[in-house]
């Protein structure tokens, strides 16, 4: 297979990042329609192209090894670490920022991102609740913990 049948995963990742920005009420309304669109444009030609069953076959497979694993992971790490509680008198300081976010790196690499993700997020989000510019330690913690 050729490197156009990424395309579509490309378009759809574009579609969420820059939707909700660029047309947000019609993302607002559509956006399930517009994910189904982009999936079609996989699927339609993989039925055209290799058949029918064959198409059939490669999205079971994916639903059921690979999407249904992904949300069984999701639902555990959220239940077991809805469960832990990093309490502290912690304020979103840039020192206490980088702390928190090299201990997620940290964590990250043994836990797994999904994992030190679930557990940190809350923390890092607790410790800059009072600060009027906190966006951009979101981002930071997505590309050191999260990825």
């Keep these: 297979m050729s490197l156009w049948w990424a395309l579509p995963f490309a378009g759809l ?3 969420i990042a820059t939707g909700p920005l660029l047309f947000h009420h019609v993302w607002e309304h559509h956006y399930g ?4 669109a982009w999936a ?3 699927v339609v030609p993989l039925a055209v192209a290799f058949g029918v069953p064959m198409a059939g076959e490669a999205v079971l497979h994916t639903l059921l090894t690979e999407y249904m694993s992904f949300i069984i992971l999701l639902f555990a790490l959220y239940t077991i670490s809805g469960g832990i509680l990093l309490a502290g008198n912690i ?3 840039p020192l206490v920022n980088a702390g928190l976010l090299l201990v997620g790196a940290i964590l990250a690499s043994v836990i797994g991102t999904t994992g ?3 557990i940190l997020i809350r923390p890092v989000l607790r410790a ?3 600060r009027p510019f906190n966006a951009h330690v979101v981002i930071f913690f ?4 999260s990825n």
């Design 40 to 42: 079609a444009l996989v």
């Design 91 to 93: 304020h979103g300081t």
């Design 13 to 15: 990742l574009l579609s």
């Design 33 to 36: 329609k517009i994910a189904a």
């Design 116 to 118: 030190a993700s679930m």
């Design 128 to 130: 800059n609740d009072n």
């Design 142 to 145: 997505i590309f050191l913990v």
